[in-house]
């Protein structure tokens, strides 16, 4: 008598379940990825704008002269030194500039002053899209930038 031998592979019922698994998985990430590239677009953009403010703040140490980071929140746009870098922000992205009244130029262009000693005015940048928030914060102080998501 001859043996029966099994053949190694899968039945019909396996490969159903592993198409069912693959086809809700195309039904529900293809709509979170415009989220989770806004939220990297987010972050990118807070961490850009705390690096202007600390090289900003460098300067002001450096030189021995006061350092101004300008913030144009309709253009999104922020000037160091009449050099203007644009922020990429995700299309609905709302900031909000809180300093010193008298860095305060217009409605919506406002500033962060450094001082040769590393003191600032002070200040913080928001970042808010949909219900995601970044705070850029700036110590009067000290002038140290922080980051809080």
Known sequence: MHAIRKTAGFTLLELLVVVAIAGLMLAVIPPMLPNVIANAQLKAAARELAAGLKGAREHAVISGEESVLRLDMDERIYFIKDAGRKLALPGETDLTLITAGSEQSAE??????FFPDGSS???????????????VDVNWLTGRVRIYP
């Open 121 to 135: 005015t002070g200040g913080q940048i928001k970042l808010h899209h949909r219900q995601l928030d970044y705070l």
């Open 108 to 113: 919506k262009i406002g500033a962060i002053r």
